[in-house]
């Protein structure tokens, strides 16, 4: 049997600390291992790489205090630890220092999009784009701001560029990029094309949970709720975070799977509620769960509350909504999710509770009539 082939990711630690180890001296090294272990961290959905990215900075900086690659490593890290006030801040710093490097406006841009901050995110976009025409990370940025806005057939376009312009020897890169294509061919209603992207992208690179959980989603409109959830099985073997888990347990429960559902959704209620107090948490599939599932809609407000305090996207504001909904607090639940749909988000499951929001609605509200 041939040995599995390393990831691009691993190929690229594998490199990098060879050159630690013939320049240990040197922050370089560890300034490319940094990013080669956050990039591992996208490829295996693990966060435990973006604490092994922090300790290369922090030796980087050791040896070069204040050197710019290092902290940009960082506001990547802080982006993907989901700190993003603090990466906004960062990212901030470092655009003040060189008001031209294109990575540091994606970092702006992720962190606002994040809190919520759409103007801010998109001026930062159209900065990278700007200052390099036709660059992939500015492509993929203004597709997703695209999706958010309601334009899907011009994030579709500008995610297709991007895969075009990525070479074939970046197999995971490639495979997410289909992936996000699946993703919108969906939300665009052609399931039969999203299917084909994400099949490609599972051929690209086998067990991919950002493929898998599209997938899924495809089974699900399908109605093979059973096919969803071993698709979903399969996604958290590979990827065993709480709001894995909680997907999971829904799709079982629609299969009919009633038994395992039940103890899915213990575990994760056991597990999201260990980390609802860190940045990294699974929070709003929380909200989710106790609002719709475990009919505690104190405890949804709760940490829908605690949630919306750290981050502001239409997701968190959406989930915000239905907590304050399942409470009895109609017009505060219409205000928020009015607030949300104000971007132009066409996600079928933010408009599906949202009609039920506005159905709910006092008589006198404009939203109502």
Same mark, same amino acid.
């Given at each position: +049997? ?41 490829? !295996?959905?693990?966060?435990?790489? /973006? ?21 940009? +490593? ?18 901030? !710093? ?10 540091? /406006?994606?970092?702006? $841009? ?20 700007? &200052? #390099? ?24 376009? &500008? +995610? ?18 289909? !992936? ?14 999203? =299917?084909?992207? &994400?099949? =490609? ?60 559902? $039940?103890? +899915? ?33 104190? =405890?949804? &407000?709760?940490?829908? #509350? ?42 079928? =499951?933010?408009?599906? #509770? ?16």
């Amino acid at each position: +049997m041939l040995a599995q082939q390393p990831s691009p990711a691993e190929q690229a630690v594998s490199a990098a600390q060879k050159v630690v180890a013939a320049r240990p001296e040197k922050p370089d090294g560890y300034n490319q291992l940094a990013l080669a272990f956050a990039r591992r961290a996208r490829e !295996t959905s693990d966060n435990a790489y /973006y604490d092994k990215a922090e300790e290369a900075i922090v030796r980087s900086l050791k040896l070069s205090p204040d050197n710019f690659e290092a902290l940009k +490593m960082r506001a990547w890290v802080l982006l993907g630890k989901h700190e993003f006030r603090q990466a906004l801040d960062l990212a901030r !710093t470092l655009n003040k220092r060189a008001p031209d490097d294109l990575f540091v /406006y994606g970092f702006l $841009t992720d962190a606002n999009v994040e809190l919520g901050n759409y103007k801010e995110a998109e001026e930062a976009c159209q900065w990278m784009l700007d &200052l #390099r025409p036709g660059n992939i990370p500015a492509f993929t940025r203004a597709a997703y701001l695209r999706e958010l806005f309601g334009d899907i057939e011009g994030a579709l376009e &500008l +995610m297709a560029k991007a895969y075009e312009r990525t070479p074939p020897l970046e197999v995971e890169d490639r495979a997410w990029l289909l !992936t996000q294509l699946g993703h919108l061919e969906l939300l665009a209603g052609r399931n039969a094309n999203a =299917e084909l992207m &994400l099949q =490609e992208a599972l051929k690209l690179f086998p067990n991919y949970h950002y493929a898998l959980a599209n997938l899924a989603r495809v089974r699900s409109v399908q109605e093979k709720h059973v096919e969803a959830a071993d698709m979903l099985e399969r996604r958290y073997k590979a990827a065993p975070h709480p709001e894995n888990l909680f997907s999971l347990a829904e799709a079982l429960d629609r299969a009919g799977r009633r038994t395992q559902a $039940t103890a +899915m959704f213990a575990e994760f209620e056991k597990r999201a509620l260990e980390e609802s107090a860190g940045w990294d948490n699974a929070n709003r599939e929380l909200v989710f769960y106790y609002a719709n599932h475990a009919r505690k809609p104190a =405890e949804a &407000l709760k940490i829908a #509350r605690m949630e919306v305090e750290r981050r502001r996207d239409v997701y968190t504001l959406d989930a915000y909504a239905w907590a304050l909904h399942v409470n009895n607090d109609h017009r505060e639940a219409l205000e928020t999710i009015d607030r949300a749909l104000s971007v132009g988000i066409k996600d079928p =499951e933010v408009l599906s #509770r949202a009609a039920i929001i506005r159905s709910s609605a006092p008589a006198a509200s404009p939203a109502r009539k």
